[in-house]
């Protein structure tokens, strides 16, 4: 089993900063990348960020030069620090990972989301 438990989540002001982690924990041989989503109420859920096991970062552009996310994966963690928040930016967000399991299989993780509300 694998889990993954996003924490950081809460209300801010606009123009405000929050820093979001994921942690994976249970039977994991390596993790092949981490990202970030967001699903907003009433709106599909859309990719924030990604990194890999290399540290190579995508970025979606609404968040470039805004959000910068942050890898630690010999602590199978994921950050997110979130600067000059937008109301736009309110949504719930998750944490999703590749994950290399000890069993030899390569699954596809979520964790169940934290709420972030900019709002003044």
């Known amino acids: 089993q694998v889990q993954l438990v996003e924490s950081g989540g809460g209300l801010v002001q606009p123009g405000g900063s929050l820093r979001l982690s994921c942690a994976a924990s249970g039977s994991i041989f390596s993790i092949n990348y981490m990202e970030w989503y967001r699903q907003a109420p009433g709106k599909l859920r859309e990719l924030v960020a990604t990194?890999?096991?290399?540290?190579?970062?995508n970025y979606a552009g609404s968040v470039k030069g805004r959000f910068t996310i942050i890898g630690d994966f010999a602590k199978n963690t994921v950050y997110l620090q979130m600067n000059s928040l937008k109301p736009k930016d309110t949504a719930v967000y998750y944490c999703n990972a590749a994950i290399h399991r000890t069993s030899g299989y390569d699954e596809n993780y979520w964790g169940r989301g934290t709420q972030v509300t900019v709002s003044s």
């Open positions: 990194i890999n096991s290399v540290g190579s970062t």
